[in-house]
């Protein structure tokens, strides 16, 4: 899988751009502030259909566009290759919508094509998969269970279509049931209007569950044995699954989804009372969480910022074993500023995974580093006033 071309019409700090990229490797240079992160930024969003930087659409519009424009908005745009699909273009547009009153935000809406057809979110996402190493990465291990929940959110949308139907439902019914356990808190509904919400709310939780449980025993498999080889520590890493639902129920999530459903019905069913005096749901995979364990102990508390560095390193190389070996198709590798940060030991073993892929565009404040010596074959450009400029030999 790569990208063949890529075009971004007031996206942050691109007013336009238009560049056709090769299989292969680009390195992109250029100072901090430059826009290097904005371009994988854009590319991820593709990807995604979200952004992971931001929640609010219009940060995204460029601020001369916001300014000048009056009917502002931002187009991103690519034609992406892959095997299985052949040639797919996906296209995101965002529109800024006018304020209400001189003191209201200005707030955006997003639109997705496939093809030139207009798309829900859920249908642009997978078709162009990316994996993204950032200096961000480190928050997954010692940031927030959100954080981590988002992590597995995105990593398993891009492989699983069924997942995300199932998180949006879900997401979806979540509220509707804690707005209803509110009402009954206050008395103003019964608790047998809960049975159609958990009815649902158990189903599609038992598909995120059960994928959750799948992809996290791979990325445990992964990642312990990349961590073994970038790390002097003896001890073994493990990324563990720590499910937001009863013990007797996490102890069985290798069963099917239709059996996880029932258990789960039957615990939001137990704790209804419970739920009803706190109005909200106790238990579901929005209290999940995962642990990052270095010896039994906590990595965020017994590791080093070097080892877990290391760590969130070896994790997004098994992403990219999990992400190949689901669809048959390696994902786009981005790399943003990290090889900078790292040794020369753990710089080679992720230039080793960039061969592993079809397509890698790589980051870097310094023009020297990768230096040439380390990757000969790469395309070069320069990130000046909004423009990539290509680097000569």
Not at 80 to 109: C, F, H, K
């Amino acid at each position: 899988m790569h990208i063949a071309q890529l075009s971004l019409t007031n996206v942050r700090s691109f007013r336009r751009l238009d560049v056709d990229l090769t299989p292969g490797l680009h390195v992109v240079t250029g100072p901090n502030g430059s826009g290097k992160s904005n371009l994988l930024e854009s590319i991820a969003l593709l990807a995604t259909a979200r952004s992971l930087r931001t929640s609010n659409d219009v940060d995204l519009i460029a601020w001369e566009a916001l300014r000048d424009d009056p009917l502002p908005g931002a187009r991103l745009a690519a034609r992406v290759q892959s095997r299985a699909e052949g040639n797919v273009q996906l296209e995101v547009t965002i529109s800024a919508r006018p304020a209400t009153t001189p003191d209201a935000p200005v707030t955006a809406s997003r639109r997705f094509r496939v093809n030139g057809v207009a798309r829900r979110a859920s249908d642009l996402i997978g078709r162009l998969r990316v994996v993204l190493f950032s200096a961000e990465d480190l928050a997954i291990i010692e940031g927030a269970p959100a954080t981590r929940r988002r992590y597995l959110d995105i990593t398993i949308s891009q492989i699983d279509p069924g997942y995300v139907r199932a998180l949006q439902r879900y997401q979806r019914v979540l509220q509707q049931r804690n707005s209803l356990l509110r009402r009954i808190q206050e008395h103003r509904s019964q608790p047998a209007e809960l049975d159609f919400w958990d009815e649902e709310l158990s189903q599609t939780g038992a598909v995120l569950l059960t994928a959750r449980h799948r992809v996290l025993r791979a990325l445990h498999a992964g990642a312990s044995q990349r961590y073994e080889a970038l790390s002097t520590r003896a001890e073994q890493l493990e990324v563990v699954h720590r499910p937001g639902v009863p013990p007797e129920l996490a102890a069985s999530l290798d069963a099917t989804p239709a059996e996880v459903a029932s258990r789960l019905l039957a615990a939001l069913v137990e704790s209804r009372r419970r739920d009803a005096l706190t109005g909200t749901t106790r238990y579901g995979p929005h209290r999940d969480d995962v642990a990052f364990l270095v010896g039994g102990h906590t990595a965020a508390s017994a590791a080093s910022r070097g080892e877990l560095r290391g760590m969130a390193l070896a994790l997004r190389l098994a992403e990219v074993t999990l992400s190949t070996e689901a669809t048959g198709d390696p994902p786009v590798l981005l790399l943003d500023d990290v090889l900078s940060e790292l040794d020369a030991e753990r710089r080679q073993r992720v230039l080793a995974a960039a061969f592993e892929v079809d397509q890698v565009v790589i980051t870097s404040p310094d023009p020297d580093r990768p230096a040439r010596s380390e990757l000969s074959a790469a395309h070069r450009y320069r990130v000046a006033d909004g423009a990539l400029v290509p680097v000569e030999p």
